[in-house]
């Protein structure tokens, strides 16, 4: 259970992200509402889990430099907006691959604020 507090802070910070992205026009991502922002950033949560061990060698990933993490994120992003009803990839896999970048950078930026003001967050 130890995994269940970090997962959720995940989710809620992802969630976070995923809303702020969506207020950024040109990335053509859409999310209707904050509760459907989280259920994307819950299922984009699990299948990170589910398929964040593709991207898992450090040594493909530093042969292919970022780029096998980048195409793992883009393929989640896209599976969560097709699983979501009311999280929308308005330009396909060109919203696709913005997005998840967007959210890299956006998610950084959280935990690292977060990390700041409540120090034990900066742990996830």
Request: proline share 2%.
């Amino acid at each position: 259970m130890d995994f269940l507090i970090p997962f959720i802070i995940g989710v809620l910070i992802t969630a976070i992200s995923l809303i702020i992205i969506s207020k950024i026009p040109f990335l053509g991502v859409e999310v209707d509402s904050i509760g459907k922002a989280v259920i994307a950033g819950l299922v984009f949560g699990i299948l990170n889990w589910l398929l964040g061990w593709l991207g898992g060698s450090k040594i493909l990933n530093i042969l292919t430099i970022g780029i096998l993490w980048l195409v793992i994120n883009t393929i989640i992003f896209g599976l969560s907006a097709w699983l979501v009803e009311g999280f929308r990839l308005r330009n396909g896999i060109i919203s696709a691959i913005l997005g998840a970048i967007a959210l890299t950078f956006v998610n950084y930026i959280l935990f690292k604020v977060l990390g700041l003001i409540f120090p034990a967050i900066a742990v996830v």
